[in-house]
């Protein structure tokens, strides 16, 4: 049965949802090609030998990364600890941008891990250093501009709200408690004129 409405329109596909599953499938085609054109130039074997030592370093590289995390995290809770039980407000520890730049360390170890030529170089050139640094000052801007864009009620802006900086330029997550809502029903009740009979 037909009401004369048109059908309803279905909703726009993102660029991203478009383009990542194209650029995925290239990048398949292209390390298969490229395994190929290498084992045809220096064997099967050396090919062998470079996935099997990209995988090893890979593995060796996250295990070290997460060493890392998990001492980071282990000291942040001492601190914590440490602060509770002085009865002092806890502070963030100082951080170096080694420590901010353990994600993309891991994520070269996941890149080394992964077989193909493509992905071993990307996951080479994230062991290094100032390639990580940039990478982390990037995604830093990235994601302030994002925030700062968002539309007012959305998400990215109460969670810009949620954040304090304090005078140094650092980052404290807090929120802030009202006097009205912190008096609570009581302060309510309080506030109303007795009822006569």
Same mark, same amino acid.
């Not at 054109?37 to 220096?42: F, L, S």
């Not at 996250?62 to 039980?85: C, D, M, Y």
């Not at 390639?131 to 969670?159: C, H, K, M, T, W």
């Given at each position: 049965?037909?009401?004369?409405?048109?059908?309803?329109?279905?909703?726009?596909?993102?660029?991203?949802?478009?383009?990542?599953?194209?650029?995925?499938?290239?990048?398949?085609?292209?390390?298969?090609?490229?395994? %190929?054109?290498?084992? !045809?130039?220096? @064997?099967? *074997?050396?090919?062998?030998? $470079? +996935?099997?030592?990209?995988?090893? #370093?890979?593995?060796?590289?996250?295990?070290?990364?997460?060493?890392?995390?998990?001492?980071?995290?282990?000291?942040?809770?001492?601190?914590?600890?440490?602060?509770?039980?002085?009865?002092?407000?806890?502070?963030?520890?100082?951080? %170096?941008?080694?420590? !901010?730049?353990? @994600?993309? *360390?891991?994520?070269?170890? $996941? +890149?080394?891990?992964?077989?193909? #030529?493509?992905?071993?170089?990307?996951?080479?050139?994230?062991?290094?250093?100032?390639?990580?640094?940039?990478?982390?000052?990037?995604?830093?801007?990235?994601?302030?501009?994002?925030?700062?864009?968002?539309?007012?009620?959305?998400?990215?802006?109460?969670?810009?709200?949620?954040?304090?900086?304090?005078?140094?330029?650092?980052?404290?997550?807090?929120?802030?408690?009202?006097?009205?809502?912190?008096?609570?029903?009581?302060?309510?009740?309080?506030?109303?004129?007795?009822?006569?009979?």
């Amino acid at each position: 049965m037909t009401t004369g409405a048109p059908p309803p329109l279905a909703p726009k596909r993102s660029r991203a949802r478009t383009y990542v599953p194209l650029g995925v499938a290239a990048w398949l085609v292209l390390e298969i090609w490229l395994l %190929t054109v290498v084992a !045809d130039a220096a @064997g099967g *074997l050396t090919v062998f030998a $470079l +996935l099997v030592g990209g995988a090893v #370093l890979g593995a060796a590289v996250v295990k070290r990364a997460g060493r890392r995390a998990f001492r980071n995290l282990t000291s942040t809770f001492q601190q914590a600890q440490a602060a509770a039980q002085s009865g002092t407000m806890p502070t963030a520890p100082e951080r %170096t941008g080694a420590e !901010d730049r353990n @994600g993309f *360390l891991m994520l070269g170890g $996941l +890149l080394l891990m992964i077989p193909g #030529l493509i992905s071993d170089a990307a996951g080479l050139l994230l062991l290094i250093p100032p390639v990580r640094s940039f990478l982390g000052r990037y995604a830093d801007r990235a994601a302030e501009r994002r925030i700062n864009a968002a539309p007012p009620g959305s998400l990215q802006d109460a969670f810009q709200q949620a954040r304090i900086h304090r005078p140094d330029g650092k980052v404290v997550q807090g929120e802030v408690i009202r006097e009205e809502a912190a008096r609570g029903p009581r302060g309510a009740e309080e506030d109303r004129p007795p009822l006569t009979p």
